[in-house]
């Protein structure tokens, strides 16, 4: 049977219908199968195209950006999203040279690094100087993510001479090692230094026993420690808090052409951060994202994350100098002082100064939010105060000891401007910088005169000394021990004060630091 055009018509109506019917229903449930997930994005699609790219590496500190984000991924149901309509890719790197290259070649918008090491990367012919990189943010501060692992018999700092030690060099785990090992007036000269690549590597080497010691990340410390009778952390950035912080790169010509999406990432950021301090059920979901993004096993990230300060707005603000009335570490005090550290031992040449490798341009911009600014969830962190010494801890046996020659006028506990020029350079970061460890400062004579006197001079010369940290420097009068020896602790070898040099390197002030067994704040 013939049908008639009309009918022809009909058919092919029908036929079409169907078709689209297919196709409709075709494209819906092959969306529901291959498409994205939970509101997620597609990175690929002209719709989905992030608006920045951070780069991070495998390393807790970031998970209040994760739980902004709701995960690694561009996500229209993240808090991120819905507040600030950012798409945001976080990509994991955990080679630096790679985040670099990317930064360079405009792959990334964004990428981690240390402050106390950027100096490393900023001396003459950095290409980072080149692309005019600059830090915009400190991310973080490690209280206990680095640790020092030693083995049995290693029981503090001095002991760490001749030894063979493994670390990744040019990395905060050197930043951390440089600076104990300072803390007792040591140098990396002293000891067998075993170079790797990260703190994993430093880890394996110490549980395979390859190295006397090992500076390692958390969660690898607690490993560590379990692999070997007698072993121990001899010391961690738990004590030695304000030494090691993270930070945000980006090009300068990057922050400038998405400097609105670049100011409220890094808001939404300190939003996650200020969470993840203060909210354990939100510190949760952080480490689950971050697990599941890093592929990392979540209850070693939770342990991990204990170890890490997450910084807000307050904390920057006193990184970046933009708080006349703070006294503690900023990013100009660590990247200065360790930028002395790494010239010295020529890791880095001629490296610019803080001001050519930081911008305070986006806190400030955040500032200007005054609701957000005054938020007690944005706030610095607090500084606890330390507890009054008790007997056990003022002659407990210090880690490390510093000795330091200050030329006192003959019967006299005054300070010229030398003495503090020596105690500013010698102690004084030095100090803020283990910012969890009590220090006895003893003042020694040689055995000239009345003994008694001299046990009295030494008193007034150790006071002055503290006095003059408490009031120029803003430090805790509880964070110090005073003691004065007078000529009863004689260094070795010069008991007798046989001759002139021998009494000249028994009247010194000894700068010992004490963080084991004691919990130094309340």
């Known amino acids: 049977m013939e049908l008639t055009d009309k009918g022809q018509k009909t058919v092919s109506a029908i036929r079409n219908l169907a078709i689209f019917i297919v196709i409709i229903v075709g494209g819906y449930f092959a969306y529901k199968h291959w498409g994205p997930k939970d509101g997620k994005l597609a990175v690929d699609g002209a719709a989905g195209k992030p608006d920045l790219v951070v780069a991070y590496n495998t390393f807790t500190g970031v998970e209040g950006l994760v739980l902004e984000n709701g995960g690694m991924e561009p996500n229209e149901n993240s808090d991120l999203y819905k507040k600030y309509g950012i798409k945001l890719l976080i990509k994991q790197m955990d080679a630096v040279k790679d985040t670099r290259a990317g930064l360079h070649a405009g792959d990334l918008d964004l990428v981690y690094c240390t402050t106390d090491a950027l100096s490393v990367e900023m001396g003459s012919g950095s290409e980072l100087l080149a692309d005019n990189v600059v830090q915009i943010m400190q991310v973080n501060q490690s209280h206990g993510a680095d640790a020092i692992v030693v083995r049995k018999g290693i029981d503090d700092v001095a002991s760490l001479k001749g030894k063979k030690v493994a670390y990744a060099v040019g990395t905060a785990s050197h930043t951390l090692l440089l600076n104990v090992l300072e803390s007792s007036g040591l140098k990396m000269s002293d000891i067998d230094g075993y170079q790797v690549g990260d703190g994993v ?57 998405k400097n609105d999406l670049i100011v409220k990432l890094v808001k939404a950021w300190l939003e996650g951060n200020a969470r993840v301090d203060s909210d354990p059920a939100a510190k949760k979901d952080a480490n689950a994202l971050f697990a599941k993004g890093f592929k990392f096993p979540e209850d070693v990230a ?93 002659k407990e046996v210090s880690q490390s000891s510093k000795v330091v020659s200050l030329e006192f006028p003959s019967n006299s506990a005054q300070l010229d401007e030398d003495d503090k020029a020596i105690i500013d350079r010698e102690i004084k970061d030095l100090a803020q910088g283990f910012a969890g460890a009590y220090i006895r400062v003893e003042g ?45 602790k004689p260094v070795a070898g010069c008991e007798d004060n046989a001759d002139e040099a021998c009494k000249a390197k028994n009247r010194r002030t000894e700068f010992q630091f004490i963080w084991d067994k004691t919990d130094a704040t309340k």
């Open 201 to 257: 590597e430093a880890a394996n080497a110490f549980k395979n026993g390859q190295c006397d010691a090992a500076v390692v990340w958390a969660p690898d410390d607690e490993d560590c420690v379990a692999s070997q009778a007698g072993a121990k952390v001899l010391v961690s950035s738990a004590v030695a808090s304000q030494i090691i912080a993270d930070g945000l790169l980006v090009k300068q010509d990057v922050l400038k052409q």
């Open 302 to 394: 939770a342990k991990s994350a204990d170890k890490v300060y997450f910084s807000t707005l307050g904390d920057n603000i006193n990184f970046f100098g933009l708080n006349t009335n703070y006294t503690g570490m900023t990013g100009d005090r660590m990247y200065g002082r360790m930028a002395i550290k790494y010239t010295e031992i020529g890791l880095t040449k001629s490296p610019a100064p803080w001001r050519n490798v930081s911008d305070p341009s986006v806190i400030q911009e955040i500032m200007k939010d005054n609701d957000f600014a005054n938020a007690p969830a944005q706030a610095a962190a607090k500084v606890e105060a330390f507890k009054p010494a008790t007997d056990e801890i003022k």
């Open 444 to 488: 020694n004579t040689d055995n000239t005169g009345n003994a008694g006197l001299n046990d009295k001079l030494s008193l007034n010369r150790a006071t002055a000394v503290v006095n003059y940290l408490v009031n120029e420097h803003g430090f805790e009068q509880n964070k110090f021990i005073i003691v004065g020896n007078g000529s009863k």
